[in-house]
């Protein structure tokens, strides 16, 4: 289902989006 590639999707975003964040922290 498509719905199951963008909820995949949106789970990768956040973590991309929190390692960005450790990384910027750091």
Not at 13 to 22: K, P, W
């Amino acid at each position: 289902m498509i719905f199951d590639f963008f909820d995949k999707a949106a789970e990768s975003v956040e973590f991309l989006i929190a390692l960005g964040s450790i990384m910027g922290f750091l």
